[in-house]
C-alpha cells in the first residue's frame, strides 16, 4: 500500500443487513472538509428492509463523497474518501492525474537499454513510463514496433504509419491480459469494473485509475438513466419509477413465496362483539395506561392462544437439508405500510409477553415503521405474521406468506352486521379472518384448527384466560 493510500482511506458501502447487496444513498450528513470521528453517522442509506444510519470507523476530514444522494451503490464499493492525517499538508489524493504526482515518491528507476531515453518516475497506479520489453516478457511488441516506441519522436517513417498498440492491448479485438498496474486493478475490482471494458489512456495502453474511475462514472449513468429522464407516455398519462430498495426486496420475496411454497387459504367469519366490548373496557384498565390497545392486540394474542394449543404450525421448511425445522418460540411479524413501501417487522419472542408487555410492543414497532427507522434485524427472523388489511375496509383477502414462514394471518374489517345471537337475528359486530398456510409442512386439519382456534378467542376472549 503507497503513502497515499495509507493517507486517504475509503469506506465502503457495508452489508448492514443478512446478504443484502445494495442499498440507496438517501442523505449525506457530512460534505468534503468537515471532520469526522470514529463512530459519527456519515450518512442514511436504504437497504431493501429499512432505513440505516452509518457510522465511519475511522477519523480524518472527508475528501471526497462517492456518490450523490439517491444513488444505489452496491455493497463493498467505496462510497466515501477520507484524509486520515490532514496536517501533514498537501497531498495528491488517490483520484490524482498522472501528471500531478510527484515523481520522488517512487524508487529510482531501473537501467534502461540505449535508446530508452526519457523515462521518469510515476507514482504507483498514477501513469506509466514508455513501452519497454521488459514489463511484459510473455508477450513482447513486434520488433517494428518496438522500434517506434523507442524512437522519442520520428519525423519521417520508412512505411505507412502503423496502428498504436493500446487499441490492439486494451480494444475490443485484444487478446492480451489489460495493462493496468497492481492498485489500479484493486480499484477497478473494489468498483466491480472489469478492466476488459475499460478504455485506457495511459501510454502504451497502460490503464489509470482516471480510466477506471470514468468507467465506473458511465456505469453508473446507465443505472441512473430512469430516474434522471423517466420515459413518460405522450400527454403525461404515465410515469415509470425505478424498482429499488423496499418494493424491490418484496417483489422478489413474493414471487419467491408464491412459486415455492403451495399456498392453502382458509376463511372464517366470526362475531367479534365480545372482543370490541373487551378492547373498550381495556382501554380504561389503569394496567393498560398508555399502551396501545385496539381490536389488532387481540387478534395477536388469539393466535398466539392458538399456536401455543397447535405448536406445529410454528415451522418452517428447510429445502436444502429437506427438514422440517419446528420453533420453540414466535417472533410475530406484522405488515406495516409504509411511506417506503411494505415490511413486516416482528415482536421477538411474542409468546412469552403478557397482554401489557405485547401492547407495548406492538405500539413500538408500529411507531418505528412509520418514522421509518425499523432495523433490518427488526424484520428478520419472523416465524408467524399477521396481515391487518381491515384498516383499509377490506373484508379480508388470500395473503402470501413471507419466505421462511409457515402461516399468515388476515384480520378483515369488523362491520356492523345482522347476525344469529341465541336464536335471534341481532345487529353484531363481525370479522373475516383468512390464514394462508405452506402445505408442505402444514396439512388441512392443523390449519384449520389454527383458524377455529383464533376465531374462538375472538369469539369468547374469555377463553384467553381458560385456554392458558
Known amino acids: 500500500?503507497?503513502?497515499?493510500?495509507?493517507?486517504?482511506?475509503?469506506?465502503?458501502?457495508?452489508?448492514v443487513g443478512e446478504g443484502l447487496t445494495e442499498a440507496e444513498i438517501l442523505k449525506w450528513f457530512v460534505a468534503p472538509?468537515?471532520?469526522?470521528?470514529?463512530?459519527?453517522?456519515?450518512?442514511?442509506?436504504?437497504?431493501?428492509?429499512?432505513?440505516?444510519?452509518?457510522?465511519?470507523?475511522?477519523?480524518?476530514?472527508?475528501?471526497?463523497?462517492?456518490?450523490?444522494?439517491?444513488?444505489?451503490?452496491?455493497?463493498?464499493?467505496?462510497i466515501i474518501s477520507v484524509d486520515t492525517d490532514p496536517g501533514a499538508g498537501e497531498a495528491a489524493p488517490q483520484t490524482a492525474p498522472a501528471a500531478q504526482a510527484p515523481a520522488a515518491e517512487e524508487p529510482a528507476p531501473e537501467p534502461e537499454p540505449a535508446g530508452k531515453e526519457?523515462?521518469?518516475?510515476?507514482?504507483?497506479?498514477?501513469?506509466?513510463?514508455?513501452?519497454?520489453?521488459?514489463?511484459r516478457p510473455r508477450k513482447p511488441l513486434p520488433g517494428r514496433q518496438r522500434a517506434e516506441a523507442a524512437a522519442p519522436a520520428p519525423a519521417a517513417p520508412a512505411a505507412p504509419a502503423r496502428p498504436e498498440p493500446a487499441p490492439e492491448l486494451n480494444g475490443s479485438a485484444r487478446t492480451a491480459r489489460p495493462l493496468a498496474k497492481p492498485p489500479v486493478r484493486k480499484l477497478a475490482k473494489d468498483l466491480g469494473i472489469a478492466l476488459e471494458t475499460v478504455t485506457p489512456s495511459g501510454p502504451d495502453g497502460i490503464i489509470t485509475r482516471e480510466d477506471v474511475h470514468a468507467a465506473a462514472e458511465a456505469v453508473q449513468a446507465v443505472r441512473e438513466a430512469p430516474v434522471a429522464a423517466p420515459?413518460?407516455?405522450?400527454?403525461g398519462r404515465e410515469r415509470r419509477v425505478p424498482v429499488k430498495g423496499v418494493r424491490k426486496a418484496t417483489a422478489q420475496a413474493m414471487v419467491n413465496s408464491a412459486f415455492t411454497a403451495p399456498h392453502v387459504t382458509e376463511f372464517v367469519t366470526v362475531d367479534v362483539t365480545r372482543t370490541m366490548k373487551l378492547v373498550a373496557d381495556l382501554k380504561q384498565d389503569p394496567e393498560m395506561a398508555g399502551l396501545r390497545?385496539?381490536?389488532?392486540?387481540?387478534?395477536?394474542?388469539?393466535?398466539?392462544?392458538?399456536?401455543r394449543r397447535n405448536p406445529d404450525i410454528n415451522a418452517t421448511w428447510d429445502e436444502d437439508n429437506q427438514e422440517i425445522v419446528y420453533k420453540d418460540y414466535v417472533n410475530l411479524g406484522i405488515a406495516a405500510a409504509t411511506p417506503r413501501g411494505l415490511i413486516?417487522?416482528?415482536?421477538?419472542?411474542?409468546?412469552?409477553?403478557?397482554?401489557?408487555?405485547?401492547?407495548?410492543?406492538?405500539?413500538?414497532?408500529?411507531?418505528?415503521?412509520?418514522?421509518?427507522?425499523?432495523?433490518?434485524?427488526?424484520m428478520s427472523g419472523g416465524t408467524v405474521t399477521i396481515t391487518n388489511v381491515g384498516v383499509f375496509g377490506v373484508d379480508t383477502g388470500t395473503p402470501l406468506l413471507n419466505p421462511g414462514e409457515s402461516a399468515i394471518l388476515a384480520f378483515g374489517a369488523v362491520k356492523l352486521q345482522p347476525w344469529v345471537h341465541k336464536g335471534k337475528v341481532k345487529p353484531r359486530q363481525v370479522t373475516t379472518l383468512a390464514l394462508s398456510f405452506d402445505h408442505r409442512l402444514v396439512d388441512g386439519e392443523l390449519g384449520s384448527k389454527v383458524l377455529a382456534?383464533?376465531?374462538a378467542v375472538l369469539e369468547r376472549p374469555k377463553r384467553l384466560i381458560t385456554w392458558t
Open 293 to 307: 390497545v385496539n381490536p389488532l392486540l387481540l387478534v395477536a394474542k388469539a393466535l398466539l392462544v392458538a399456536i
Open 1 to 15: 500500500m503507497t503513502a497515499v493510500e495509507q493517507r486517504f482511506r475509503e469506506f465502503k458501502m457495508p452489508d
Open 453 to 455: 382456534d383464533v376465531a
Open 33 to 78: 472538509g468537515d471532520t469526522v470521528t470514529d463512530g459519527q453517522v456519515v450518512c442514511e442509506v436504504e437497504t431493501a428492509k429499512a432505513a440505516v444510519e452509518l457510522p465511519i470507523p475511522f477519523d480524518g476530514v472527508v475528501h471526497e463523497l462517492r456518490f450523490d444522494e439517491g444513488t444505489t451503490v452496491d455493497v463493498g464499493t467505496p
Open 231 to 235: 420515459v413518460a407516455a405522450p400527454g
Open 344 to 378: 413486516v417487522p416482528n415482536i421477538k419472542d411474542a409468546h412469552a409477553k403478557t397482554l401489557p408487555e405485547l401492547a407495548s410492543a406492538l405500539g413500538e414497532l408500529v411507531a418505528t415503521a412509520r418514522e421509518g427507522k425499523t432495523s433490518p434485524a427488526a
Open 118 to 135: 526519457g523515462r521518469q518516475a510515476n507514482l504507483v497506479g498514477y501513469g506509466a513510463a514508455p513501452a519497454s520489453t521488459k514489463r
